[in-house]
């Protein structure tokens, strides 16, 4: 097994806690508040124009807006500082890092990696460089960040989700502006959650299957068996769902790049159901996140 050279500080690795899900559902429910409430506000500016509200915008108010600075006010009445938004809005979403995101990038159309366009906001949002370039850096970036290298149920799996956040995290201090880093976090987190959550479906649709077999064979050991790990999926304690939550333990405490790798490296070597697949797979994880620090490190 290689070893990571460098420290964590070196590299832009930071352990850090997850988010708890309260966090994470607060600022769903702050976003979808906001977002109703720029929807009532362009209503209005809907209102307003077809009233006839003459709007007077300075060169410096049009300046501070572009600038993503400032939102000018248009006039002394709400109706008129509503007006004024909407009156250079096209002009706004022309200037977002959206304007240049590939859609057809593969961090978007390679089902694989489970990515949504809304996973990763924040990243294109609150980017420190917001150039067209930049942008395609960070597709990139974000794709080797999230794309699988292993199968997807067992100890190895484990250990790439882990590794997935913390490539995420390192992204996160590498091309998100510092003041929103918090924000990009919990999107992290939030993805992170959904593909665990992909996992143990997709373990509960095996444990089905085996009792769907234990009926038509008459099998009531093999029936018991499935029974049990549904039970053990519903309560947290599969052991799958230890091993990602023992994962995730050494991945949020480790104080360097080093010390993670190490751990992570006992952790897996202690496992008594590890297969030469696995051990092959677990070294390729290893070897990809030295590279991927190498990479984008800061």
């Given at each position: 097994m290689n070893e990571v050279s460098a420290s964590g500080a070196q590299y832009g690795y930071s352990a850090r806690p997850f988010y708890s899900a309260s966090d994470i559902a607060a600022k769903d429910a702050a976003e979808t508040a906001s977002f109703a409430g720029q929807r009532a506000k362009e209503a209005s500016f809907r209102e307003a124009h077809a009233a006839g509200v003459k709007i007077t915008l300075s060169e410096e108010a049009v300046t501070r807006v572009l600038s993503g600075t400032d939102i000018p006010a248009?006039?002394?009445?709400?109706?008129?500082?509503?007006?004024?938004?909407a009156a250079l809005h096209d002009q706004l979403i022309s200037r977002?890092?959206?304007?240049?995101?590939?859609?057809?990038?593969?961090?978007?159309?390679?089902?694989?990696?489970?990515?949504?366009?809304?996973?990763?906001?924040?990243?294109?949002?609150?980017?420190?460089?917001?150039?067209?370039?930049?942008?395609?850096?960070?597709?990139?970036?974000?794709?080797?960040?999230?794309?699988?290298?292993?199968?997807?149920?067992?100890?190895s799996d484990a250990a790439e989700i882990g590794l997935i956040r913390e490539k995420l995290n390192v992204l996160n201090t590498r091309y998100v502006d510092k003041a929103h880093q918090a924000d990009a976090a919990m999107e992290i987190d939030k993805y992170?959650?959904?593909?665990?959550e992909s996992r143990d479906g997709q373990i509960r649709t095996m444990a089905n299957?085996?009792?769907?077999?234990?009926?038509?064979?008459?099998d009531e050991g093999r029936i018991k068996e499935g029974q049990q790990r549904l039970e053990d999926?519903?309560?947290?304690?599969d052991r799958t769902q230890q091993e990602m939550q023992q994962v995730?333990?050494?991945?949020?405490?480790?104080?360097?790049a080093t010390e993670m790798?190490?751990?992570?490296?006992?952790w897996y070597n202690q496992l008594d159901h590890r297969s030469e697949t696995q051990d092959?797979?677990?070294?390729?994880?290893?070897?990809?996140?030295?590279?991927?620090l190498q990479q984008y490190g800061s």
């Open positions: 248009g006039g002394s009445d709400p109706a008129s500082q509503y007006q004024a938004i977002t890092p959206a304007s240049s995101i590939d859609l057809a990038h593969p961090l978007f159309s390679d089902g694989s990696t489970e990515t949504q366009l809304t996973d990763f906001r924040t990243f294109f949002t609150a980017q420190k460089d917001r150039s067209a370039q930049a942008t395609a850096e960070l597709q990139d970036a974000l794709y080797d960040a999230v794309r699988h290298q292993t199968a997807k149920t067992d100890s992170i959650n959904r593909l665990v299957a085996d009792i769907a077999i234990g009926v038509s064979l008459k999926l519903a309560n947290g304690q995730f333990a050494i991945t949020t405490q480790s104080g360097s790798v190490e751990r992570l490296s006992d092959q797979q677990f070294s390729s994880l290893v070897t990809n996140w030295q590279q991927f």
